[in-house]
């Protein structure tokens, strides 16, 4: 789901980039002018920033300081890093546009030349990502940590399923619609062969689908683990704890094993979505449908949890929180 948001926002990226330069004719000129092509100006970028800041306070309840101090990091980190890739990372986004704008597909050989200067860009947006996850845990009290690495081990799975997509195209492995927007007179085509797999004439199987459940339930163990160490609970405690985790995951494992067919329908549908807004509601609304029970578990194991802790444990951190309050001035 991370993937996909991500597309989301490059897609807004691109919508709101500035538009064409002209292209320069000299050497001076080359070291003026801007780049040709689409690129965000600074105060599109701030209030990319600002949004997704404005989005995590709700998530994670943040004071306006951690807020501040946050967006205050993310302006230092991300304005910088663009300006200092744009002549890698402009040319990249344009000749992306291009593909899906073209009318005809792109050929393998221009697939593979992308990805191949992809792939390196793409390490150093991993690193900054990374950097910026540790710039947020920095300002977290320890109870809004505990749910920040539950969504960072969500993104990273995001970033790792985007890794091996770059790579695979690199082998020449794509589906076209991932580059191509087709004009009005391929679409009747396009639907013809899609009538044509249903009837059992489609291409070799696509890789299987990463296990998005299985996945989750890591996150659930690392929550687990980080509530017991916040809460300092003894030995039996420990075992309530760890029980309970052990009964959602149960459950949530037989729920994935009676809807497995319904989960790689999805998964599949969303490799093979071509990006428009009416797919991407239908897609938005059969996640929540398929998903939606998986995070109701969830909602009961944070609740079962929190009825562990004593009244002098729960005290003790919430002092703890106090006194982290006074010293960040929150």
Not at 59 to 68: K, M, N, R, V, W
Not at 150 to 164: K, P
Not at 314 to 320: D, L, P, S, T
């Amino acid at each position: 789901m991370v993937v996909k948001l991500a597309l989301l926002g490059l897609s807004t990226f691109v919508v709101l980039a500035e538009p064409p330069a002209r292209e320069p004719t000299t050497a001076a000129a080359s070291q003026s002018a801007p780049l040709r092509g689409f690129w965000p100006t600074e105060n599109m970028t701030r209030s990319v920033l600002a949004r997704w800041v404005d989005e995590s306070a709700v998530e994670l309840d943040l004071s306006e300081d951690q807020q501040a101090q946050i967006l205050e990091n993310a302006l230092n980190r991300w304005p910088k890093f663009l300006e200092e890739n744009r002549g890698e990372l402009q040319p990249l986004l344009n000749e992306w546009i291009e593909m899906r704008l073209a009318m005809e597909p792109p050929s393998t050989e221009q697939v593979q030349g992308w990805s191949e200067r992809m792939l390196p860009v793409w390490q150093r947006i991993r690193g900054q990502f990374n950097d910026g996850i540790e710039d947020v845990r920095e300002v977290l009290n320890p109870l809004q940590r505990a749910k920040f690495e539950s969504e960072v081990l969500q993104f990273n799975t995001g970033l790792n399923v985007a890794e091996a997509k770059i790579k695979q195209w690199h082998r020449g492995e794509f589906n076209e619609r991932e580059f191509w927007d087709p004009p009005r007179s391929v679409q009747k085509k396009r639907r013809e062969a899609r009538k044509a797999e249903e009837r059992g004439e489609r291409a070799e199987a696509e890789p299987q689908p990463t296990d998005q459940v299985a996945e989750e339930l890591k996150s659930w163990d690392r929550y687990t683990e980080e509530f017991i160490r916040i809460y300092e609970l003894d030995e039996g405690q420990k075992s309530t704890a760890r029980s309970c985790l052990k009964e959602l995951k149960d459950r949530a494992t037989v729920y994935r094993d009676h809807n497995i067919d319904r989960i790689n329908k999805l998964e599949d549908r969303i490799a093979r979505s071509d990006g428009s807004k009416e797919e991407l509601k239908e897609i938005e609304k059969l996640l929540i449908e398929i998903y939606g029970p998986i995070d109701d578990m969830f909602k009961e194991l944070q609740a079962r949890l929190e009825g562990i802790p004593t009244s002098t444990q729960r005290a003790k951190v919430e002092a703890g929180k106090s006194e982290e309050g006074r010293e960040t001035g929150d």
